[in-house]
């Protein structure tokens, strides 16, 4: 095995995979090993390393191209000779041009996708229906469907996002006069000081943007725009906490030079390790104290900055002005008053579980929680909406279709859910949103980004999933067109078949039939994917529950 080789390729695979960006699963293995193991498991015990190497597709100079230093072999499907040579190999091992694989556990499903990648026979299957849904996505509809099937994707993202603006716009109110175009709200989670009785905004920094320029290959990023922070003011006539904003070019160490001197944001945090600190006076909040309020009354939301744009020029920050604290307080008037009695609102218990477990200790017990009242509103939107597609969209189409254009727009969906949440970071290093799934874990963040649900939400998490479904297909090789893949003649059988079910519990599978079974299990308890993924599930269920019965007839 050429693992020196295969561990750069590795690394090649971080933060451009299409396959790991549509939709977030964890512990998705590397296609490059994957496709290692999906060989070296069919390939006879005998074969030299070099061939090894050209099937992995490692050397295309061997097919009369030019040599690449920087070739990535995660974007390389392989090509016609190369996938026959080993349909050969398989006839003289297993008695067939293309035997069967199956993976059940399958999770993100790199085995899978790489075993179809070379036209063998994949069975695909997980006992987890979120997993399901995405393999489904990243395999059996681009195989199935091919590029072509990007021309309807498109429109009915469009159709989506245009009626979400329409129906949003009130509670995103534009400054009159201006241009601006927000993009961000930010909010910090706040408790009441036991001492001052003030409300004390928590955050472990102030920073809003302290964004480096690429300035060349070996060279040092250089720091050419404008940093921004707020600063927190105590009000103690109003026992709460003013900002002021703080703009200037860096200074010393992290800092802001401003005409006052240099400031740092990071000597205002207000909370570390849990316990906070009143910025009014100067009291030490407890960590029990403070999930005593938040198991209570639950913890409050102050917004402090305002991320936006101007045209096509780069981020600027204000701070909040009585049109976005209008916009948000009519949310509070008119949504939270009916929200008991809107049915697709996640309003669900959150199992008690290794990862769930912390929540509890911070006030949030039930799935709809984990949203500001105005993200929430935006995504039920959403949800209405794609919902009212679906009518539209099986009145157009065909059954198969139908599945594979509103599992779609529920990805998109799911990005947004991930994007605009509690959960979410905001990045200051390069001043924009974190997804909540970044990690393995399930952390409420004392200060966290919302992004614009009416104009910029939608349509940012919609243009980077289209752009991965265009390039999934690119992987597999498929044309527009033409749902062949290359090198796999039309008339071999071929199949990609993706089960919901328990890897102990394979009845769907008829005796006899599997060739090679190809996985990588879990390890032990060292990521709860039940637990993670339940976080998309509630949501999955309320666009795609009709569509895949099956998988999500459980409220949980």
Not at 36 to 45: D, G, H, N, R, T
Not at 148 to 171: S, Y
Not at 423 to 451: C, F, T, V
Request: hydrophobic letters at 40%.
């Amino acid at each position: 095995m050429p693992v020196k080789l295969l561990n750069q390729q590795v690394a090649y695979e971080h933060g451009g995979n299409p396959f790991k960006g549509l939709h977030r699963w964890y512990s998705r293995k590397p296609l490059s090993f994957s496709r290692a193991s999906v060989l070296a498991s069919l390939l006879p015990e005998d074969i030299s390393l070099d061939e090894f190497e050209y099937l992995l597709g490692l050397h295309p100079e061997l097919e009369g191209l030019k040599p690449d230093a920087n070739l990535r072999l995660y974007k390389v499907p392989p090509g016609y000779f190369r996938v026959g040579k080993v349909h050969d190999y398989c006839e003289r091992v297993w008695g067939n041009r293309n035997p069967t694989v199956l993976d059940a556990f399958a999770g993100g499903g790199s085995i899978p996708f790489e075993a179809a990648r070379y036209g063998l026979n994949v069975l695909a299957s997980d006992l987890n229906p979120v997993a399901v849904v995405t393999m489904k996505a990243a395999m059996e509809y681009p195989v199935k469907f091919g590029p072509d099937l990007q021309v309807d994707i498109d429109r009915w993202v469009k159709w989506v996002g245009d009626e979400a603006e329409k129906r949003l716009a009130e509670f995103f109110p534009s400054t009159p006069k201006s241009e601006e175009v927000v993009q961000n709200y930010l909010w910090a989670h706040t408790v009441v000081c036991p001492s001052c009785q003030s409300v004390a905004p928590l955050s472990p920094n102030w920073w809003l943007s302290k964004t480096s320029n690429y300035a060349g290959k070996g060279q040092a990023r250089k720091v050419t725009s404008d940093w921004y922070a707020v600063k927190p003011i105590p009000n103690l006539t109003e026992k709460r906490v003013d900002f002021e904003l703080i703009k200037g070019k860096k200074g010393k160490g992290t800092t802001i030079k401003t005409d006052e001197g240099e400031y740092n944001p990071d000597d205002y945090t207000t909370v570390s390790r849990g316990v906070g600190r009143c910025p009014s006076c100067g009291n030490i909040i407890e960590d029990e104290v403070i999930k005593s309020q938040a198991q209570s009354v639950g913890l409050g939301h102050q917004l402090y900055a305002v991320a936006y744009k101007k045209g096509k020029s780069s981020l600027e920050f204000r701070l909040p002005n009585q049109f976005d604290l209008d916009g948000y307080q009519k949310v509070l008037n008119i949504f939270l008053k009916n929200i008991k009695n809107i049915e697709i609102i996640p309003i669900i218990d959150i199992p008690h579980g290794q990862e769930t477990e912390r929540l509890f200790s911070i006030g949030i017990d039930s799935w709809n929680k984990l949203f500001n009242p105005r993200q929430l509103l935006t995504l039920v939107t959403y949800v209405e909406i794609i919902n009212e597609a679906k009518e539209l969209i099986r009145a157009e189409y065909e059954p198969e279709k139908v599945e594979a254009i509103c599992t779609y727009l529920a990805l998109v969906l799911d990005r947004c859910v991930d994007m605009n949440c509690r959960l979410a970071n905001w990045d200051s290093s390069r001043a924009g949103s974190k997804r909540a799934s970044a990690q393995h874990s399930l952390n409420l963040m004392w200060n966290y980004p919302e992004i614009n649900g009416a104009s910029e939400l939608w349509y940012w998490c919609a243009d980077a999933f289209v752009s991965e479904y265009r390039s999934l297909c690119e992987l597999f090789g498929t044309k527009a067109q033409s749902l062949s893949l290359p090198g796999i003649l039309e008339t071999e059988p071929k199949s990609i078949k993706i089960d919901a079910a328990s890897a102990d519990s394979l009845y769907h599978i008829a005796d006899k039939s599997v060739d090679a079974v190809i996985t990588d299990p879990p390890y032990y308890a060292t990521i709860q994917y039940a637990e993670l993924s339940d976080f998309f599930y509630v949501w999955m269920k309320r666009t795609l529950g009709d569509i895949f019965p099956e998988l999500f007839w459980s409220e949980l």
